[in-house]
């Protein structure tokens, strides 16, 4: 997919977004009303976060960012696709992680300038692991500290779906992990190491010793 195609790809979100809420207005649906406003809300809020620090996106990038938010809050929770596709919550987590990932790789980079020689590759690797994991681990502490003070369910079938989300974000954590390392070794012209150098691209002032 083309970056144009990326971006009309968040161009028919928003989109649905809004047609979901005129509609359950008019049908008296507040609930999903309320929920297309906070997805559609939340999916904008990335870009007012990077243009208030100056840092540009790339299309796949934010994309990828709208995509998650409309899954997660929207289809997941209006629709229920978290019951009724058991795999649902098992992408979620792993592109989660993925990002989460490419974001700690990022920010690491920015330390040294985007200078791909004098950056430990092990400890970018190590970096990128650890943040994506704290992330996901952050996010089961949220779902036992909901169900425990709520009476929430999120947690599904309590350890067994914590354990398996775990190990979900580890394995999309490797992945990020390997995309950097594909990146710092020169080979950016493809998947998520192309998003990376597209970023640094992007971000020239960053990474004013990128060689």
């Known amino acids: 997919m083309t970056f144009r195609g990326h971006a009309y790809l968040t161009y028919a979100v928003w989109i649905t977004l ?22 559609f809300v939340l999916s904008i809020a990335p870009a007012l976060a990077v243009a208030r620090f100056r840092i540009q996106l790339p ?30 919550d098992i992408a979620l987590h792993g592109g989660s992680a993925v990002g989460f990932g490419l974001i700690g790789f990022l920010f690491v980079l920015t330390l040294f300038e985007g200078d791909r020689l004098a950056a430990p590759h092990w400890a970018l690797a190590l970096i990128t692991f650890c943040f994506a994991m704290a992330i996901g681990v952050s996010w089961e502490v949220f779902e036992f500290a909901m169900d425990q003070l709520f009476g929430l369910n999120m947690q599904k079938s309590g350890l067994v779906d914590t354990m398996w989300d775990l190990i979900v974000d580890m394995i999309g954590a490797s992945i990020a992990v390997l995309a950097g390392s594909a990146y710092l070794k020169g080979r950016d012209r493809r998947g998520l190491a192309r998003v990376i150098a597209e970023f640094v691209r992007l971000n020239k002032r960053f990474f004013t010793r990128q060689r």
């Open 18 to 39: 809004c047609v979901a809420f005129v509609s359950a207005l008019i049908g008296g649906r507040w609930s999903l009303a309320f929920v297309a406003a906070l997805t």
């Open 59 to 88: 299309l796949s990038f934010f994309a990828g960012i709208v995509l998650f938010i409309f899954g997660t809050i929207f289809l997941g929770e209006a629709f229920d696709f978290y019951e009724r596709y058991w795999w649902w």
